[in-house]
């Protein structure tokens, strides 16, 4: 059974920085897409960043040059190097992975940024 395990989230205030790392288990064949999506109370999960397997990177407009997606293939493991973090970052931040027939979540980690 494939499992998402996210760590890394926590409460930082404005200016802050946060690594937020997602650890497939179990068996996965071929993870092509990893990356991250975030909700925020009372909004829909939207993307935040996404890293394709060939090293192609799409991120959100709202964390464009404060945000880097990373991944670690060896160890089936994506990471979420968050920076310059603002007040409206708040949100569960989930993992997401994807195969050619598959999509994977994990159970998200809660971010929380104080003015």
């Known amino acids: 059974q494939v499992q998402l395990v996210e760590s890394g989230g926590g409460l930082v205030q404005a200016g802050g920085s946060l690594r937020l790392s997602c650890a497939v288990s179990?068996?996965?064949?071929?993870?092509?897409?990893m990356g991250w999506y975030r909700q925020a109370p009372g909004k829909q999960r939207e993307l935040v960043a996404t890293l394709t397997r060939g090293g192609s990177t799409n991120y959100a407009d709202s964390v464009k040059g404060r945000f880097t997606v990373s991944r670690d293939n060896a160890k089936n493991t994506v990471y979420l190097q968050m920076n310059s973090l603002k007040p409206e970052d708040t949100a569960v931040y989930y993992c997401n992975v994807r195969t050619t027939y598959s999509a994977y979540w994990g159970k998200g980690t809660q971010v929380t940024v104080s003015s």
């Open positions: 179990g068996f996965i064949f071929r993870i092509n897409d």
